[in-house]
Each structure stands twice: as C-alpha cells, then as structure tokens.
C-alpha cells in the first residue's frame, strides 16, 4: 500500500524559514509529478509548488522567489524550502503525488495528512 508522510511544519516567526518533506512509502510503484498545496482556514484548497519526475518546477505567483521544490528519486521524498515566511503562508501544507503501482498498472493520486506551518508576525 503507498502512502504520503509529509514532515516538517511548525511555528516560525516572520522572515524564517522551514523546511517540508513529503516521503512516499510502500513497494512496486512509480512516481511522477509531485505537488504541494496548502490550505488556509476559510480558504479553499490552493497548489503551491509543482515538481515532474524529470524535476522540472512551477510555483504559484504568491510563492515565486521564496519557496524552492525538490525530490531526491532514489528517496521517493519531495521537499519544499520555504523561506522569508509571512503570516499569510499561515495553512495546513498537502503533498500529492500521481502514482502508478506496478502490480496493477493502476495510476492514482495520493496524498499526504498535511503538515501544519504557523507564521507568527
């Protein structure tokens, strides 16, 4: 069975930094484009960050310039940095990762239980 386990958040003040990971469990299966979303209280669900199996990255405009994307493949594991925080980046953080389990061929989207990253002004 695969499974997302994201890692990470916590209360920081504003201007600091955090550092997210999103680790995928389980056996026999491919990974291919990964995502982070976030989600704040009263707000709808919102993608932050995008990163493909070849590692090529997109980032929502509210982001660009102060989060970075990566994954280790060998690791199964995605990360955010996300530094210069404000208040606003205040949500509970998802990962989400299309994947496909060999023993069925089945391609599905999986997510994480969200991390919760608090920015204190």
């Known amino acids: 069975q695969v499974q997302l386990v994201e890692s990470g958040g916590g209360l920081v003040q504003s201007g600091g930094s955090l550092r997210l990971s999103c680790a995928v469990s389980g056996s026999k299966f491919v990974v291919n484009a990964m995502h982070w979303y976030r989600q704040a209280p009263g707000k709808q669900r919102e993608l932050v960050a995008t990163?493909?199996?070849?590692?090529?990255?997109n980032y929502a405009d509210s982001v660009k310039g102060r989060f970075t994307v990566s994954r280790d493949n060998a690791k199964n594991t995605m990360y955010l940095q996300m530094d210069s925080l404000q208040p606003e980046d205040t949500a509970v953080y998802y990962c989400?990762?299309?994947?496909?389990?060999?023993?069925?061929?089945?391609?599905?989207?999986?997510w994480g239980q969200g991390t919760q990253v608090t920015v204190s002004s």
């Open positions: 990163i493909t199996s070849g590692g090529t990255t």
């Open positions: 989400n990762a299309r994947i496909v389990v060999l023993t069925t061929l089945r391609q599905d989207d999986y």
